[in-house]
């Protein structure tokens, strides 16, 4: 058997030093969170109508191909498997055939965004009302802000038709609008709602000058932030422009890539238009354990290092074919206050470049955003800021006579090379119990006659040992549990229940008390009742002259639907239930069905046993209760 399917890694901490906070952890031990809310919001884009004037700003400041990119549906199962294998310590995916990540050079091809040029960085507000009058022409009401943000909808009912006859100044002011809900709704998205901060605003004063800002380095360092956020176990959100990352994905992986109708004769710029439309293939029942599955078992044959070779570069703008070697440019990427680092070294062979061993990444703090308005935050990111600066002086070079088996064999000691389990954790709990069971009998049946005083104790301590590891499964398993319907709390992290329906609790008086059984304390799991094919796979773990004791003693019940929250993703689930109520920007397809499982759930309270010698004693103990 592999050894990774009892120790995924990393077998050497140095690099993955945060794998405890990892989702992957968690995902280890049984704990799954199920498909992420992805929050994209660009279906209404196509409801802005420019005019000529506007068409032309848009793209002095940068955005004439982003503009041009329509509403993708997104494939939350694949996105949140492909956040499983994103580490935040190196800012690259960990697959099984080594390290992959999204580059400047995909950004360039993928949305036909600048990637070199003045870093997008600024001044942070905590109000909207002045920066909103004074670039847009008028300010929201009240109901429209919140904090240092607006409202896109807002943005596209004051401005998403601008007169013909409307003046320059007034024709700006309009296009600066559609910019902000431009950027708001596809690479700078939230998971605060239909938000965007206005403090990108100052920056399109000036389009010409505009144009000059590194849109899609900041493209980069925003996703970069949110798949490491959405990377951690505590979290069930992410943002960010994920349409690149869903075609990056498509380019690169034969995983859950869509069967095109036809295959494009003549490319279209950018290359994220190859996906647009309807493409024929079977995903609806995709889910994220599909897709874990998929990348813990990728191969070589599976991945596509370099996809663009044999695209027709004809239609890509000059500028942006000048640009791309800072694909291979190790350096920081800057988007007001997130500064996240660009490591081509680690991913050579998306070059066309043999892999090494890459440097050891060193650990950096991530900037917060200023609270008080008016800060100025090129004065708090100065190293970050010169990194930048010097980004064409650190271009990755080849190097020759290099192994790549050397780097392998390096790689598997420091990554995370499982994420789902290969045997699932009910399985080996089952099986060791039943070896527990097997192993018991024998040192119960085993004659001692012959033996001397050191093998009798030997035989002696076999059976205490595999009679406690039973007592431990099943002895201290019995718990009683008052009011089925009562919600209580979970037995793990801070999470609450709250009930699906709208029917009216219980009161506490109700005291009907039943046995319960629980199946798999080792996996820390929620507590409930079993269903019969469950308990079946327990007594299996019992002498059949003792199951049908067990049997009598249980009774099951069904406890009321309850729909599980998690407490650490509090906030984003407040924005997530409000934006519901009063978004209609908001683009639909944003949670998974499997990532609102319903668990059953009743209060309990353990009852401790007694040490008992024998499985007998944990039946008189049943039958007792």
């Given at each position: 058997?592999?050894?990774?399917?009892?120790?995924?890694?990393?077998?050497?901490?140095?690099?993955?030093?945060?794998?405890?906070?990892?989702?992957?952890?968690?995902?280890?031990e049984?704990?799954?969170?199920?498909?992420?809310r992805?929050?994209?919001?660009?279906?209404?884009?196509?409801?802005?109508?420019?005019?000529d004037?506007?068409?032309?700003?848009?793209?002095?400041?940068?955005?004439?191909?982003?503009?041009?990119?329509?509403?993708?549906?997104?494939?939350?199962?694949?996105?949140?498997?492909?956040?499983?294998?994103?580490?935040?310590?190196?800012?690259?995916?960990?697959?099984?055939?080594g390290?992959?990540?999204?580059?400047?050079?995909?950004?360039?091809?993928?949305?036909?965004?600048?990637?070199?040029?003045?870093?997008?960085?600024?001044?942070?507000?905590?109000?909207?009302?002045?920066?909103?009058?004074?670039?847009?022409?008028?300010?929201?009401?009240?109901?429209?802000?919140?904090?240092?943000?607006?409202?896109?909808?807002?943005?596209?009912?004051?401005?998403?038709?601008c007169?013909?006859?409307?003046?320059?100044?007034?024709?700006?002011?309009y296009?600066?609008?559609?910019?902000?809900?431009?950027?708001?709704?596809?690479?700078?998205?939230?998971?605060?709602?239909?938000?965007?901060?206005?403090?990108y605003?100052?920056?399109?004063?000036?389009?010409?000058?505009?144009?000059?800002?590194?849109?899609?380095?900041?493209?980069?360092?925003?996703?970069?932030?949110?798949?490491?956020?959405?990377?951690?176990k505590?979290?069930?959100?992410?943002?960010?422009?994920?349409?690149?990352?869903?075609c990056?994905?498509?380019?690169?992986?034969?995983?859950?890539?869509?069967?095109?109708?036809?295959d494009?004769?003549?490319?279209c710029?950018?290359?994220?238009?190859?996906?647009?439309?309807?493409?024929?293939?079977?995903?609806?029942?995709?889910?994220?354990?599909?897709?874990r599955?998929a990348?813990?078992?990728?191969k070589?044959?599976?991945v596509?290092?370099?996809?663009?070779?044999?695209?027709?570069?004809?239609?890509?703008?000059?500028n942006?074919?000048?640009?791309?070697?800072?694909?291979?440019?190790?350096?920081?990427l800057?988007?007001?206050?997130?500064?996240?680092?660009?490591?081509?070294?680690?991913?050579?062979?998306?070059?066309?470049?043999?892999?090494?061993?890459?440097?050891?990444?060193?650990?950096?703090?991530?900037?917060?955003?200023?609270?008080?308005?008016?800060v100025?935050?090129?004065?708090?990111?100065?190293?970050?800021?010169?990194?930048?600066?010097?980004?064409?002086l650190?271009?990755?070079?080849a190097?020759?006579?290099?192994?790549e088996?050397?780097?392998?064999?390096?790689?598997?000691?420091?990554?995370?090379?499982?994420?789902?389990?290969?045997i699932?954790?009910?399985?080996?709990?089952?099986?060791?119990n039943?070896?527990?069971?097997?192993?018991?009998?024998?040192?119960?049946?085993?004659?001692?006659?012959?033996?001397?005083?050191?093998?009798?104790?030997?035989?002696?301590?076999?059976?205490?040992?595999?009679?406690?590891?039973?007592?431990?499964?099943?002895?201290?398993?019995?718990?009683?549990?008052?009011?089925?319907?009562?919600?209580?709390?979970?037995?793990?992290?801070?999470e609450k229940?709250?009930?699906?329906?709208?029917?009216?609790?219980?009161?506490?008086?109700?005291?009907?008390?039943?046995?319960?059984?629980?199946?798999?304390?080792?996996?820390?799991?929620?507590?409930?009742?079993?269903?019969?094919?469950?308990?079946?796979?327990?007594?299996?773990?019992?002498?059949?002259?003792?199951?049908?004791?067990?049997?009598?003693?249980?009774?099951?019940?069904?406890?009321?639907?309850?729909?599980?929250?998690d407490d650490s993703?509090e906030?984003?689930?407040?924005?997530?239930?409000?934006?519901?109520?009063?978004d209609?920007?908001?683009?639909?397809?944003?949670?998974?069905?499997?990532?609102?499982?319903?668990?059953?759930?009743?209060?309990?309270?353990?009852?401790q046993?007694?040490?008992?010698?024998?499985?007998?004693?944990?039946?008189?103990?049943?039958?007792?209760?």
């Amino acid at each position: 058997m592999d050894m990774h399917s009892s120790n995924p890694g990393p077998i050497d901490d140095s690099v993955l030093y945060d794998q405890d906070k990892h989702v992957s952890a968690a995902v280890w031990e049984g704990q799954e969170r199920g498909a992420l809310r992805c929050h994209e919001h660009t279906s209404k884009l196509d409801r802005w109508v420019l005019t000529d004037k506007q068409i032309e700003l848009v793209k002095k400041a940068g955005f004439g191909f982003l503009r041009l990119i329509p509403a993708i549906s997104l494939d939350n199962p694949l996105i949140s498997a492909l956040v499983e294998r994103w580490r935040r310590e190196t800012n690259t995916f960990h697959f099984t055939v080594g390290e992959m990540t999204v580059t400047l050079e995909d950004v360039a091809y993928l949305l036909g965004l600048p990637i070199d040029g003045e870093p997008v960085i600024g001044v942070t507000y905590t109000t909207c009302d002045a920066v909103c009058v004074k670039y847009l022409g008028k300010g929201p009401d009240s109901g429209y802000t919140s904090g240092g943000m607006v409202k896109l909808s807002w943005l596209k009912e004051s401005f998403s038709h601008c007169p013909e006859d409307a003046s320059d100044e007034d024709v700006e002011c309009y296009t600066r609008a559609y910019l902000l809900y431009l950027v708001g709704s596809t690479i700078f998205s939230t998971t605060t709602g239909n938000k965007v901060p206005v403090m990108y605003l100052p920056l399109f004063e000036d389009f010409e000058e505009a144009g000059k800002y590194a849109w899609g380095a900041a493209t980069l360092s925003f996703l970069y932030r949110a798949l490491g956020n959405a990377s951690l176990k505590s979290q069930s959100t992410i943002s960010g422009c994920l349409t690149l990352l869903q075609c990056w994905s498509y380019y690169h992986l034969n995983v859950g890539r869509p069967r095109l109708k036809h295959d494009p004769i003549h490319e279209c710029f950018p290359f994220v238009l190859r996906w647009k439309g309807k493409q024929s293939g079977p995903t609806s029942n995709r889910d994220v354990a599909f897709y874990r599955k998929a990348l813990d078992s990728l191969k070589a044959s599976d991945v596509n290092w370099s996809p663009y070779t044999n695209i027709g570069h004809t239609v890509i703008p000059v500028n942006i074919i000048n640009s791309l070697i800072l694909g291979r440019s190790k350096t920081m990427l800057i988007c007001f206050d997130k500064a996240e680092r660009h490591l081509p070294d680690r991913c050579l062979r998306q070059f066309d470049m043999t892999q090494t061993i890459p440097e050891d990444v060193q650990k950096w703090e991530r900037k917060s955003r200023g609270v008080d308005g008016g800060v100025d935050l090129s004065l708090k990111m100065e190293s970050e800021l010169n990194e930048w600066s010097y980004r064409r002086l650190h271009i990755v070079e080849a190097e020759e006579d290099v192994e790549e088996s050397e780097y392998m064999h390096w790689y598997l000691r420091i990554t995370r090379k499982l994420v789902g389990r290969p045997i699932p954790i009910s399985s080996e709990f089952q099986r060791m119990n039943a070896a527990l069971r097997d192993i018991a009998h024998v040192a119960d049946t085993l004659s001692t006659h012959g033996m001397d005083d050191q093998q009798i104790q030997a035989v002696s301590r076999i059976r205490y040992v595999a009679h406690e590891c039973l007592r431990d499964q099943f002895g201290v398993s019995l718990v009683v549990a008052s009011v089925p319907n009562e919600v209580g709390k979970r037995t793990r992290g801070k999470e609450k229940v709250r009930r699906k329906g709208m029917g009216k609790r219980r009161k506490k008086e109700d005291t009907d008390h039943h046995s319960l059984y629980r199946l798999n304390p080792m996996a820390s799991q929620l507590v409930s009742y079993p269903a019969e094919n469950e308990l079946d796979h327990a007594l299996q773990c019992l002498p059949p002259s003792e199951t049908e004791n067990v049997r009598a003693s249980l009774m099951v019940h069904k406890v009321d639907e309850v729909e599980v929250c998690d407490d650490s993703n509090e906030v984003d689930d407040l924005h997530f239930r409000h934006t519901a109520e009063e978004d209609d920007d908001d683009q639909p397809s944003q949670g998974a069905s499997e990532s609102a499982a319903e668990l059953p759930c009743t209060a309990t309270e353990v009852v401790q046993q007694p040490s008992l010698e024998s499985t007998e004693d944990v039946a008189r103990q049943v039958e007792a209760h």
